[in-house]
C-alpha cells in the first residue's frame, strides 16, 4: 500500500519558519522525482516545488522561490520542504506527491497569521 505521511505544520506568524517531512512507504521513493503541493480555501492545488530522484535539480514556483528549499533523503524515504519567510499567503494545507502516483496523504496545514 502506498503511503505519503505529511507533517510539520502549524500557526506560525509572519516572517516565521517551518519545516514538513513526508514519509513515502510503499514504492522504490528512490526512484521516483517527488513533489510537495498546497491548496488553499476555494483553490485549485497548484505545484510548489519538484525536486529530482537524485536531489540534484529542483524547481519552485516563483511565488516561493528563494525562500522554500525541498530537499529529500533517500535513506529515509523522506522529502522535506523548508519554508523561510513565511507570508500569510501561504497558508493552505500542503501535500506531498510522487510523480507518476496518484496517491495522496492528509497533508499538513500551515497557517501563516498573526
Known amino acids: 500500500q502506498v503511503q505519503l505521511v505529511e507533517s510539520g505544520g502549524g500557526l506560525v506568524q509572519p516572517g516565521g519558519s517551518l519545516r514538513l517531512s513526508c514519509?513515502?512507504?510503499?514504492?522504490?521513493?528512490?526512484?521516483?522525482?517527488?513533489?510537495?503541493?498546497?491548496?488553499?480555501?476555494?483553490?485549485?492545488?497548484?505545484?510548489?516545488?519538484?525536486?529530482?530522484?537524485?536531489?540534484?535539480t529542483t524547481n519552485y514556483a516563483d511565488s516561493v522561490k528563494g525562500r522554500f528549499t525541498i530537499s529529500r533523503d533517500n535513506a529515509k524515504n523522506t522529502v522535506y520542504l523548508q519554508m523561510n519567510s513565511l507570508k500569510p499567503e501561504d497558508t493552505a494545507v500542503y501535500f506531498c506527491n510522487a510523480y507518476g502516483i496518484r496517491d495522496w496523504g492528509r497533508g499538513t496545514q500551515v497557517t501563516v497569521s498573526s
Open 23 to 56: 514519509a513515502a512507504s510503499g514504492f522504490t521513493f528512490s526512484r521516483y522525482a517527488m513533489s510537495w503541493y498546497r491548496q488553499a480555501p476555494g483553490k485549485e492545488r497548484e505545484l510548489v516545488a519538484g525536486i529530482t530522484t537524485s536531489g540534484r
